[in-house]
């Protein structure tokens, strides 16, 4: 990426990630979009009402991913072959480890946290069995997205799309089977899921054993070299813990919305579901911003970075705002696809409503976040996050309770946190090395 058209390296590397994202969030959605039709309104509220909790647990190996996709990165920009080697080494060894303790911790913490979200009774069962039975097969998701993480931070966002799509096709269909055809309900959905991310790590796996590449894993030289792993941490573990403590925030936000029943938590969990959708190009785009940003910052090409940046802000504005019309537009057929209850698509359409004119602001906190992790600065987008995200929403909850509970500003948690958020980034960003070169042309 340290040569050539920025848009074609960009759109290159965004276009396929954002198809992973796509098949990736087929997960979730597939568990959803069947249990909601075939096992009813309260599975619904089960599987929707769960991902804050998954994301809490698995949101530091996640960081920690973006970290090591960033050392990964800029070694390959530098051509340090020595150092890309450790690192990857280094990679894999964090992720068994961190498969184990997510493992079971997720399992340990299953119950206490269903209960600090205030989970409903006819709820709280099948919540429970869903979380726990994905926690128990949490290792696949691990090792595919931080084996996909070291390919991508090489330019390799092709073979990480592949083994997706196969996946998610795969958990679709075993889904029908075990939920439909076995009548499992969400235990089935759970196992369906757990058994497609086990192949997808497979394949990562055996390409990165395979690639005869400077990044291929040599499974007798494994080990961890404590100077790419201090990197990794320094880098990745401010945004792992930005997000382990958002979405741990995120559980008292959904105890807000259990606040107004099982018809109400149904629709929330339709509604982020296609919230997640709807965010796909500003997170691809992001993800190619910080790669990209990377591999020049390595080559010493600040001003090509910038320039990047810049385009990478264009691209995710343009795709964020046509894909929030079309979900304001289409929010009841859509609500459809999740359940026939006219009280769970009304609550669903209501959530749209309110929220989708704020996805334009994502995108700059995303892709200045990105670009600043991609230059080594994690620190400042970890605390404007954090700020953003778990103390201003959670002081804004909190005198909305005080105040009364109104449904309309419970729902706009979300967005008033985008929006500060968004105001701070743009501040950080424009006074780091990247934001100083950002007028100035590119190499």
Not at 129 to 148: A, D, E, K, P, Q
Not at 236 to 242: A, D, I, K, T, V
Not at 309 to 327: D, F, H, M, Q
Request: charge should be positive; aromatic fraction near 12%; glycine fraction near 10%.
């Amino acid at each position: 990426m340290t040569e050539g058209n920025i848009w074609s390296h960009l759109l290159k590397f965004a276009i396929p990630m954002a198809i992973g994202i796509f098949f990736q969030q087929l997960y979730n959605t597939a568990d959803s979009v069947i249990v909601g039709k075939f096992v009813g309104r309260n599975a619904l509220a089960a599987v929707g009402s769960t991902g804050s909790i998954i994301n809490m647990l698995i949101g530091l190996c996640a960081g920690l991913s973006t970290g090591a996709g960033v050392v990964i990165s800029q070694h390959y920009g530098a051509r340090d072959y020595k150092k890309l080697r450790n690192a990857v080494h280094t990679t894999i060894i964090i992720t068994f480890a961190l498969s184990i303790l997510s493992t079971i911790t997720g399992i340990l913490l299953v119950k206490p946290l269903l209960h600090l979200m205030d989970t409903p009774a006819e709820v709280f069962v099948e919540a429970q069995s869903y979380l726990t039975i994905y926690f128990m097969g949490v290792t696949g998701l691990l090792i595919y997205n931080l084996g996909s993480g070291v390919l991508r931070a090489v330019g390799d966002s092709r073979r990480p799309l592949y083994f997706l799509i196969f996946s998610a096709l795969t958990n679709i269909t075993l889904d029908l089977l075990f939920v439909v055809n076995f009548k499992a309900g969400v235990a089935g959905a759970a196992y369906a899921t757990i058994l497609s991310q086990f192949i997808s790590a497979i394949l990562i796996l055996i390409t990165l054993s395979r690639a005869n590449k400077p990044y291929t894993i040599n499974w007798r030289r494994l080990g961890v070299s404590w100077d790419e792993l201090k990197e990794i941490i320094r880098l990745g573990l401010p945004s792992g813990l930005q997000q382990s403590i958002t979405s741990f925030s995120n559980v008292f936000v959904q105890s807000y919305i259990n606040y107004y029943g099982a018809a109400c938590m149904s629709g929330w969990g339709g509604y982020t579901k296609l919230d997640t959708y709807t965010m796909i190009p500003v997170q691809a785009i992001a993800l190619a911003s910080t790669t990209f940003v990377g591999q020049n910052y390595g080559a010493g090409k600040l001003k090509r970075a910038g320039e990047g940046v810049r385009k990478a802000l264009y691209s995710s504005l343009t795709a964020t705002g046509i894909l929030c019309g079309l979900l304001f537009l289409l929010r009841y057929p859509l609500m459809t696809l999740f359940s026939d209850d006219k009280e769970v698509i009304e609550y669903g359409a209501r959530f749209i409503s309110l929220v989708a004119p704020f996805y334009i602001v994502i995108c700059f906190n995303q892709i200045f976040a990105g670009a600043l992790r991609g230059i080594g600065i994690a620190r400042t987008p970890t605390i404007i996050m954090l700020f953003s995200f778990v103390v201003f929403r959670q002081m804004y909850l909190f005198v909305n309770k005080l105040l009364g509970q109104y449904f309309v500003v419970t729902a706009l948690a979300y967005p008033m946190g985008w929006l500060l958020c968004s105001i701070l980034m743009i501040i950080a960003y424009r006074r780091s090395p990247l934001g100083r070169v950002g007028a100035m042309p590119p190499d």
